[in-house]
């Protein structure tokens, strides 16, 4: 280890270790040499501002993977977390601390101060990669698992910071140059963004996004935008392969930023030292390691350097985070590969291997492949025996996964890919005490998770909602809720229960830590999560340029989510753009969904008289401009309305009120009665009104012939046949004479015109079922011309008739 001593041989102490962060081998070692250590005070690298929320790590209900998250209260957006998981190093430091009473804290620039500072291009070596390369591994990843994660060993330390310490001086002296091993992965400009982002999960860390390109060893994240992506300073990030002739080598060495963190933490630890310390613990990334061990020096250079640092008002608390924001895909920059794994090494001390084998055996029969134990016995046996021949102390990740892939998978790429998911990666999901602190609306949210027996996972699993019932009730609510304040924890599917009512609802839930940042900013809308849904969509519905159908569609979602508040608001609001609308397809566009609202009454105990009222205005309105709304359209615009008027006829049917019914009847009979509508929509009238009983199949088989006549073109007679028939293939199948009226049109055209009408006649037969194809083409064959023709001689020929019966009755043997 790398210490620090005052003259006298009684004077204080300062043990430096440098960790990887997440890094399970690291986490046994480190805790292995405190252990031994027995420092009366500890210095964790993280934000300074957290110091209060230390003594969270040992309350109950604590379960790691959480994080820290600090965030601006008046720009939520603008945050920053720093995940641990049980196996980070600084989480076992923490905890040893809690443990044995010894007083720690953090030594990193505060949140209020990576908040308010730019982002800056970080460190663009890999010391990773080049102490693999070193050591003649092409992986580093894979030199770091041997070296470190299978071996514990408390005095690793110190031969860390001399490889880490050797790094940075080749660094300092530019030895390392940008080219194709070290390039860095954003764009190193130095133009930056104009203020630090709001990220998702995992996507900032301890350094608040301090560092571009640094390794998962040092531990050194890799700031990312709030969509995920590798944040590039100037919006551009490099992801081709990068040959030498397309980089100009220069020579590189260590960040300001990084400077500024490191003259921080000596500040601290001389400030700790000070106060009277005599063995202090210093836990920091690896990389850090060799600039706060030996001497400290004077204070002058550091304090020049820290002096004037912008700072914001920030708050710091914990929040629960997962597995998969730790993993390198979810762009988290001091992310690992594997944390189901490195958890796994972490917790299950005895027959690590033999134990996580037998995990992958129960996903594999989780999803119904045949694995037994001898499967799990042979792999287990595999895995040592290729450790061995690489001369590694314990199999490792990389000889565990080809045992499975040889014996548990037969080489099946996509079962591995699962195994990798659920296991290597997993999902576990922390959680923090309920007197954390946080904002009222997450307290309220807590609360009525609490009452509603609901449970955050990070896992998807399906909920299916049986309406009839308070609790349920209650529980779709709160899933509406969130969805207007921009909570997706829930999304509503189609379940595996069939129901045509309006009584079952099912929706997929996953919990995603992200939400943290994304309630802290719904709760500038209220206190609790009604209030603040039924404010947000006040606001979202009385913003200008708001549509019929954005406030119809507002209306329902506040129905859906009991929003009463804002109901009377909405529905006032619609009224009057209704009444000022005199588009006939955004009323069309709004009448269906306004319809589905009335029917939410029965089951959700809403009084929709209101609604009513609104709904039988829009739908006058609908009927006296529908005339004017269908002359002179082209196809486009016809088979755009088309669409509208199916959906606002299955609307109306649905709502089954007389009155309704019969305007809309009597509108859609006046476009049928019209010959100066596109065809399309004449003909799906009169298809709409035969549905409806207003028109019998003698009078559609009129229409239809009259449709076909002489005066109209090929192209327009096309058009009625799909408005017409559009989709019910049946009709046809059912209604022979239709089917011989069509038959015969088709037989009478030219070679021309059939070419021309055909794209068209393609896509009207194409839509029906297969099945209906079928039963058409088979009564065209059977009949020659789909139907018996009307004024045929039906006499029979008895003569003929004569003879056939005497050859049946020869052929049965029985007398004439």
């Not at 092409?138 to 071996?151: F, K, L, M, T």
């Not at 005095?155 to 860390?160: K, R, S």
């Not at 924001?325 to 033999?354: C, D, K, M, N, V």
């Not at 895995?383 to 565990?400: K, Q, W, Y």
């Amino acid at each position: 280890m790398d210490v620090q001593q005052s003259v006298a041989s009684s004077g204080p102490v300062t043990h430096v270790f440098g960790i990887r962060h997440h890094g399970p081998g690291s986490a046994r070692s480190l805790r292995a040499a405190l252990e031994q250590f027995r420092p009366d005070a500890i210095l964790i690298e993280g934000p300074a501002d957290a110091d209060p929320l230390v003594g969270y790590v040992a309350a109950e209900g604590m379960s790691p993977p959480v994080a820290l998250l600090a965030y601006v209260p008046d720009q939520p957006a603008k945050a920053a977390f720093w995940p641990f998981a049980v196996f980070s190093p600084e989480w076992q430091a923490l905890q040893y601390a809690v443990e044995h009473a010894v007083p720690v804290r953090f030594c990193d620039l505060p949140a209020s101060t990576v908040l308010a500072t730019e982002d800056e291009p970080g460190d663009r070596i890999d010391p990773l990669a080049e102490l693999a390369a070193a050591a003649g591994y092409d992986d580093a990843e894979r030199w770091w698992d041997a070296v470190v994660e299978s071996v514990a060993d408390a005095d690793a330390f110190e031969a860390i910071t001399e490889a880490m310490g050797a790094l940075r001086d080749a660094a300092g002296q530019g030895m390392f140059a940008i080219g194709p091993a070290t390039a860095p992965t954003d764009d190193a400009s130095g133009h930056q963004p104009d203020e630090v982002r709001g990220i998702r999960a995992a996507d900032r860390s301890a350094t608040g996004g301090a560092d571009d390109e640094t390794l998962m060893s040092n531990g050194e994240p890799r700031p990312t935008a709030h969509d995920g992506s590798p944040n590039s300073p100037t919006g551009d990030t490099v992801d081709e392969a990068i040959g030498p002739e397309d980089v100009e080598r220069e020579p590189i060495g260590i960040d300001a930023h990084t400077l500024r963190r490191e003259a921080y933490m000596r500040q601290t630890i001389r400030k700790v030292l000070k106060e009277g310390a005599r063995r202090v613990a210093v836990v920091c990334g690896a990389w850090h390691a060799p600039a706060l061990a030996g001497k400290l020096g004077p204070a002058t250079a550091d304090t020049k350097l820290l002096k004037g640092l912008p700072k914001v008002k920030a708050t710091v608390t914990w929040v629960p985070w997962t597995h998969s924001r730790l993993a390198t895909t979810s762009g988290y920059g001091a992310g690992i590969a594997s944390p189901g794994w490195y958890h796994h090494l972490f917790t299950e001390t005895e027959q690590p291997i033999a134990r996580w084998l037998t995990k992958v055996a129960g996903v594999l029969r989780a999803h119904d492949l045949p694995v037994s134990s001898a499967h799990i016995i042979e792999a287990v046996r595999l895995a040592d025996t290729l450790a061995v021949l690489r001369a590694r102390p314990l199999a490792g990740l990389s000889e565990v996964t080809e045992a499975v892939r040889s014996v548990m998978c037969a080489g099946d790429e996509s079962m591995l890919r699962l195994v990798a998911s659920e296991l290597v990666v997993g999902e576990a999901l922390g959680a923090v005490p309920d007197g954390t602190p946080t904002v009222p609306l997450d307290a309220d949210l807590r609360a009525r998770i609490r009452t509603l027996r609901l449970k955050q996972e990070a896992l998807s699993r399906s909920l299916d909602l049986d309406l009839r019932k308070e609790r349920e009730v209650e529980r779709s609510r709160l899933l509406h809720r969130l969805r207007v304040l921009g909570i997706d924890w829930g999304t509503p599917t189609t379940g595996e229960v069939r129901s045509t009512g309006t009584f079952r609802e099912s929706w997929t839930l996953r919990w995603r830590p992200e939400f943290a940042v994304s309630i802290i900013e719904a709760s500038r809308w209220g206190t609790t999560i009604r209030t603040a849904a039924q404010a947000k969509i006040l606001d979202t519905a009385g913003r200008e340029g708001s549509t019929v159908g954005d406030l119809t569609d507002a209306l329902e979602i506040a129905l859906l989510a009991d929003l009463g508040d804002a109901t009377d608001g909405l529905i006032t609001r619609l009224e009057s753009a209704a009444a000022l609308d005199h588009d006939v397809t955004h009323l069309l566009a709004a009448l269906p969904g306004l319809t589905r609202t009335l029917r939410y009454g029965d089951v959700r105990g809403t009084d929709t008289e209101a609604l009513a009222h609104v709904a039988d205005g829009l739908l006058v309105r609908i009927c006296a401009g529908l005339p004017g709304a269908v002359t002179g359209l082209d196809t486009d615009a016809a088979e755009h309305l088309r669409t509208q008027l199916d959906a606002a006829h299955t609307a109306i049917h649905t709502r089954d009120n007389d009155w309704a019914t019969g305007e809309w009847l009597a509108a859609l009979h006046r476009v049928a009665d019209r010959d100066d509508v596109h065809g399309a929509l004449v003909g799906r009238a009169v298809r709409l009104l035969a549905d409806a009983g207003r028109i019998d199949e003698t009078e559609s088989a009129r229409r239809l012939s009259a449709a076909l006549s002489i005066g109209n073109t090929a192209a327009g007679k096309a058009a009625w046949i799909d408005g017409f028939l559009g989709g019910r293939g049946l009709l046809l199948v059912h209604d022979r004479e239709l089917l011989r009226l069509i038959d015969d049109w088709l037989r009478g055209l030219g070679d021309d015109m059939f070419v021309e009408i055909l794209p068209l006649l393609r896509r009207t037969f194409g839509a029906f079922e297969s099945g209906e194809r079928r039963a058409i083409g088979q009564a065209v064959r059977d009949t020659g011309s789909g139907a018996s023709r009307t004024g045929e001689d039906t006499t029979f020929d008895v003569e003929r008739g004569i003879v056939a019966m005497r050859t049946v009755a020869d052929i049965l043997g029985v007398p004439v």
